[in-house]
């Protein structure tokens, strides 16, 4: 809690993030339900106030985010973030996947000829500068070491085929992370 609270609050600081609520259920006329890849059955039900309409329990927000953001106007540079509470009926359980998903998301409009990799970077190293807060917050609080590096360390593909060649994707991965931390 005290991590999630942290990295929510730090995240939507460095990003001019808002915070909205997530439906739990959409419309399915809508298409606003992701059907994530293409054979997940949502979960659907109909209301007493509503016998001709079929509602669907959200699978993911990746729709809904970018409709939120048109829908209340947000600005160019600025973005929102939200908690999914969600039901997979199709999930494959294992120690890291269940049928019930608590999501934390955000999603924000990149400004006019900011679609590239400047900006990218720009916006991963908030993205961890937030994170390293957060783990800061966290050793302070509970005496647990931290162990992230102070810089986020940019490689391309390409240069990791260059630097392991003999290495399948995964050790080259490994190995990189090995070296900077």
């Not at 001019?16 to 298409?31: Q, Y």
């Amino acid at each position: 809690k005290v991590a999630k609270d942290c990295f929510e609050r730090e995240l939507a600081k460095a990003l001019d993030l808002t915070r909205i609520s997530a439906p739990m259920f959409v419309r399915k006329s809508a298409g606003i339900n992701d059907n994530l890849n293409g054979v997940e059955r949502p979960v659907a039900f109909e209301m007493l106030e509503m016998p001709d309409t079929t509602l669907e329990i959200v699978h993911s927000l990746a729709k809904w985010k970018r409709i939120a953001l048109k829908q209340y106007g947000v600005e160019a540079g600025k973005g929102i973030y939200t908690d999914m509470n969600a039901i997979r009926r199709d999930e494959d359980l294992d120690n890291m996947h269940s049928i019930y998903v608590d999501q934390w998301d955000w999603e924000k409009v990149i400004p006019n000829g900011q679609r590239n990799i400047a900006y990218l970077k720009e916006t991963v190293e908030k993205i961890y500068k937030a994170i390293r807060l957060t783990e800061l917050a966290v050793e302070a609080r509970y005496d647990i070491e931290s162990i992230l590096p102070k810089q986020i360390t940019f490689i391309h593909t390409e240069e990791l085929v260059e630097r392991y060649p003999d290495l399948t994707p995964k050790e080259r991965e490994n190995a990189i992370c090995k070296e900077f931390g």
